[in-house]
């Protein structure tokens, strides 16, 4: 069994600081459907939850070597 990916913001694939592209990366997803969903989802929830949730991921996950 392989050791998982760790849970870090990308610096290779990112549109603003690499949160939802470390997060595609770290369960193999496609970053741009990731993104899409969670734009379409903060809006839905008026944005400022998604925003914060943002930007708190953006504090506590360390910065990746990918």
Not at 19 to 47: C, F, P, Q
Request: net charge positive.
């Amino acid at each position: 069994m392989s050791e998982p990916k760790p849970f870090a913001r990308s610096i290779n694939d990112r549109v603003l600081a690499g949160v939802v592209g470390g997060i595609a990366h770290r369960y193999g997803w496609n970053s741009t459907l990731l993104r899409a969903i969670y734009v379409i989802v903060s809006v839905a929830s008026a944005a400022f939850p998604g925003i914060l949730v943002y930007l708190i991921l953006w504090l506590l996950m360390p910065e990746g070597n990918d």
